[in-house]
């Protein structure tokens, strides 16, 4: 039977690609090492948000099926690999699902076959890493395979921008990669631009979320001395985004989350220094600013109680969201963790509302959402914003709680609000 497309690594990346192709009815195959994510794909059940149970039926219908067999690897035309890529503890990234994955296509590679590597990494890594494992195979790249390496760029809850309307990347080992490589995603997405090389093409989405990294430093740099000089920084902003070049709002909140932010950039520090022996320090110390958000988050809960003479030893403080990004129950790095760590080491007892997370851990807390959020609201000393989810009434929440911090600026501001 004839295959056009493998996805390697169904999560967050590869199903919505795995989504797109069929769609546009290309025969896919999804490959993963983790056999009940495989055996609940099979059963019409998706472990992501995005596809949806509907959508993967929808998939299998259409003829998808995804396997743990990496015989079911020997006949596709195109292989892309979407595997995880975490930092490892000096935040380097751990390549070893990507050379695990890569192993597994070397098995069944053959001439004539476009391997493309979507997972996020280092600049230089698929020609440095990806392109000798496959070429033990005595196939050399861009002569007998083609080979490419092509960002992911999904955002999880977009509903304006997705996989196929969202400009595609592409770098190839060679020019004639590029062109195979282009060819492919040409057929489910709209746009396509060609890189010079695979190196250009990793380094691009380095590029992208170090830029948001440094900018949410920023303006959380300037959320601290904003406060202690009593400038409002959200009026600021709106302010300065009057301004109809030159600038582009960003916004402050306790932390940074998600799979990308926090940890991209740090790809492309680590490597300077690797490869070059000194720091990117626009990263590093955006890392710095962002990292200790969520303490400073439990610093100012703190002290607001204080200035109502009230202790936060024993305080019931309410967090409202935990997800790291809003209308999405994704909690990946959330920086929820990080304030409610530090609020329980400072004596407070933490409960917390999200629409999305029914039970939430942090360390060794597992917690249930509150059942009652206006209950919760005039019960707790102080109620901590942590995620703008539409669900949140920024009135009502403002009318109903003791007294608010809010990080995200969706309340009005009283007497009994403070914006971070």
Same mark, same amino acid.
């Given at each position: 039977?004839?295959?056009?497309?493998?996805?390697?690594?169904?999560? @967050?990346?590869?199903?919505?690609?795995?989504?797109?192709?069929?769609?546009?009815?290309?025969?896919?195959?999804?490959?993963?090492?983790?056999?009940?994510?495989?055996?609940?794909?099979?059963?019409?059940?998706?472990?992501?948000?995005?596809?949806?149970?509907?959508?993967?039926?929808?998939?299998?219908?259409?003829?998808?099926?995804?396997?743990?067999?990496?015989?079911?690897?020997?006949?596709? #035309?195109?292989?892309?690999?979407?595997?995880?890529?975490?930092?490892?503890?000096?935040?380097?990234?751990?390549?070893?699902?990507?050379?695990?994955?890569?192993?597994?296509?070397?098995?069944?590679?053959?001439?004539?076959?476009?391997?493309?590597?979507?997972?996020?990494?280092?600049?230089?890594?698929?020609?440095?890493?990806?392109?000798?494992?496959? #070429?033990?195979?005595?196939?050399?790249?861009?002569?007998?395979?083609?080979?490419?390496?092509?960002?992911?760029?999904?955002?999880?809850?977009?509903?304006?921008?997705?996989?196929?309307?969202?400009? &595609?990347?592409?770098?190839?080992?060679?020019?004639?990669?590029?062109?195979?490589?282009?060819?492919?995603?040409?057929?489910?997405?709209?746009?396509?631009?060609?890189?010079?090389?695979?190196?250009?093409?990793?380094?691009?989405?380095?590029?992208?979320?170090?830029?948001?990294?440094?900018?949410?430093?920023?303006?959380? #740099?300037?959320?601290?001395?904003?406060?202690?000089?009593?400038?409002?920084?959200?009026?600021?902003?709106?302010?300065?985004?009057? &301004?109809?070049?030159?600038?582009?709002?960003?916004?402050?909140?306790?932390?940074?989350?998600?799979?990308?932010?926090?940890?991209?950039?740090?790809?492309?520090?680590?490597?300077?220094?690797? &490869?070059?022996?000194?720091?990117?320090?626009?990263?590093?110390?955006?890392?710095?600013?962002?990292?200790?958000?969520?303490? @400073?988050?439990?610093?100012?809960?703190?002290?607001?109680?204080?200035?109502?003479?009230?202790?936060?030893?024993?305080?019931?403080?309410?967090?409202?969201?935990?997800?790291?990004?809003?209308?999405?129950?994704?909690?990946?790095?959330?920086?929820?963790?990080?304030?409610?760590?530090?609020?329980?080491?400072?004596?407070?007892?933490?409960?917390?509302?999200?629409?999305?997370?029914?039970?939430?851990?942090?360390?060794? #807390?597992?917690?249930?959402?509150?059942?009652?959020?206006?209950?919760?609201?005039?019960?707790?000393?102080?109620?901590?914003?942590?995620?703008?989810?539409?669900?949140?009434?920024?009135?009502?929440?403002?009318? &109903?709680?003791?007294?608010?911090?809010?990080?995200?600026?969706?309340?009005?501001?009283?007497?009994?609000?403070?914006?971070?």
């Amino acid at each position: 039977m004839s295959v056009d497309l493998a996805v390697i690594g169904l999560g @967050y990346v590869g199903l919505p690609l795995a989504r797109a192709a069929i769609r546009e009815g290309l025969s896919v195959v999804g490959f993963d090492v983790n056999e009940t994510v495989v055996r609940d794909l099979n059963d019409g059940r998706s472990q992501v948000e995005d596809p949806t149970d509907s959508d993967v039926q929808d998939m299998l219908a259409m003829g998808f099926r995804a396997t743990a067999d990496e015989r079911d690897l020997a006949d596709p #035309e195109v292989i892309v690999v979407c595997v995880p890529t975490p930092l490892t503890e000096d935040a380097g990234p751990d390549l070893r699902a990507v050379r695990a994955a890569i192993g597994t296509v070397a098995r069944s590679l053959r001439p004539g076959m476009l391997v493309v590597l979507e997972s996020t990494t280092y600049p230089g890594t698929t020609d440095e890493v990806i392109r000798p494992l496959l #070429e033990q195979t005595g196939l050399v790249a861009g002569h007998d395979f083609n080979l490419a390496f092509s960002p992911e760029r999904i955002d999880p809850g977009n509903s304006t921008f997705g996989l196929h309307n969202t400009p &595609k990347v592409v770098g190839g080992h060679t020019s004639a990669c590029t062109d195979r490589a282009a060819a492919f995603y040409e057929q489910f997405v709209d746009t396509v631009v060609t890189a010079r090389g695979t190196r250009e093409a990793e380094t691009a989405k380095l590029l992208e979320n170090t830029y948001r990294h440094v900018n949410i430093a920023l303006v959380n #740099e300037m959320t601290r001395f904003c406060h202690e000089l009593g400038i409002d920084l959200w009026d600021v902003i709106r302010l300065a985004a009057t &301004k109809p070049f030159g600038f582009q709002p960003f916004y402050p909140g306790p932390g940074v989350g998600g799979h990308c932010i926090p940890i991209d950039p740090n790809y492309l520090s680590h490597n300077v220094r690797a &490869k070059l022996g000194y720091p990117f320090r626009f990263v590093e110390l955006a890392q710095e600013i962002n990292a200790t958000m969520p303490d @400073y988050v439990a610093r100012r809960a703190q002290n607001l109680l204080n200035d109502h003479d009230r202790a936060i030893k024993r305080a019931t403080v309410l967090l409202l969201g935990v997800t790291y990004k809003s209308d999405i129950a994704d909690q990946r790095e959330s920086p929820a963790v990080g304030v409610a760590r530090r609020l329980e080491a400072l004596g407070a007892t933490v409960r917390y509302h999200d629409p999305y997370v029914p039970t939430w851990s942090f360390g060794d #807390e597992t917690l249930t959402c509150v059942d009652d959020l206006d209950t919760a609201l005039q019960a707790a000393e102080l109620t901590v914003v942590l995620q703008a989810h539409s669900d949140y009434d920024g009135e009502m929440i403002a009318a &109903k709680a003791i007294r608010v911090l809010d990080t995200r600026g969706i309340t009005p501001r009283s007497p009994t609000v403070e914006h971070l």
